[in-house]
């Protein structure tokens, strides 16, 4: 991507270096859990976090660790997520204007280890989530080393696109759509609130084309290569890749945030056509996704 002279976001915390206490033991289940959000790039954890910590799953205070000494790809991908959330929010500044509303940015904090939230505690484990509680991402920068190691995806694009798809649940929670998903998926068993999750991620992913369609429109940001880059990173961070990779088989029913061809699909939707109204995943039937 091209970011030679973009501005930084303002809305940057930089909580590097502290840490939000020991995070106590989740099971087996609570692992499985929150190492799939990680490996699925995140969500709202709005619910997954407050369920947790109210039963006492996660707690400590903030203690800045004095000694800590970020590298230089550290600071330098640091100044690169600054970047990429002010070009985020350029982009919906501009389409909330178009649209007769006004868009107010999230805060994105940048966290080593473990971090305390809105919506509770967690670890670097939990990857890039959106809180909702307090309108804020967070993300630990080692999540991209991570995602090379695990999956195989890097790239600055590969990169951008985890960011602009949390920002993606900020415009929802905006617009009212993720409040509204949530109070849907609190009503309906496991299986069925899965299936809304899906929907919320498959436009969050839609979200994050459209930011990167209007970015390159605006500031000539994209390179050769890049598109290609997102759209690989998109097919290997559906449920069914995920759990083949991980156990050999798939299990549709625990699918919450889509396939891969689905996430790819909406992505690409985004990209080609940078028109927000045709980001509609919760009309369709969920098999036509």
Not at 246 to 251: F, L, S, T
Not at 257 to 267: E, F, M, V
């Amino acid at each position: 991507m091209r970011l030679t002279g973009r501005r930084t976001s303002s809305n940057v915390d930089d909580r590097r270096g502290s840490s939000a206490g020991k995070a106590a033991s989740l099971g087996i289940g609570g692992t499985i859990v929150i190492g799939l959000i990680m490996l699925l790039m995140g969500g709202d954890l709005s619910s997954v976090l407050q369920m947790v910590t109210s039963g006492g799953g996660l707690t400590g205070q903030t203690e800045v660790a004095s000694d800590y000494q970020p590298t230089a790809e550290e600071e330098e991908l640091a100044t690169f997520a600054s970047q990429i959330l002010a070009g985020t929010e350029d982009v919906w500044t501009s389409i909330f204007k178009e649209n007769g509303l006004t868009y107010q940015p999230p805060k994105l904090v940048l966290f080593t280890n473990a971090v305390k939230s809105g919506c509770g505690n967690a670890s670097s484990s939990s990857g890039p989530f959106y809180c909702s509680a307090d309108q804020t991402v967070y993300i630990d920068l080692s999540f991209f080393s991570s995602m090379k190691k695990t999956i195989g995806a890097d790239g600055d694009f590969a990169y951008a696109y985890v960011i602009a798809h949390e920002v993606g649940h900020h415009v929802q929670y905006l617009l009212g759509t993720l409040t509204e998903a949530h109070q849907q998926m609190s009503r309906l068993s496991e299986k069925e609130a899965n299936k809304i999750s899906v929907r919320l991620e498959l436009q969050a992913d839609f979200y994050a084309g459209i930011w990167a369609y209007h970015d390159n429109k605006m500031f000539n940001s994209l390179e050769d290569g890049d598109i290609d880059e997102g759209l690989a990173v998109a097919s290997k961070i559906g449920d069914d890749y995920l759990q083949k990779k991980a156990q050999g088989y798939e299990v549709p029913e625990s699918f919450n945030h889509g396939r891969s061809a689905q996430r790819k699909a909406w992505l690409k939707k985004g990209l080609t056509t940078g028109d927000p109204s045709k980001g509609d995943t919760f009309s369709p039937a969920y098999e036509d996704l």
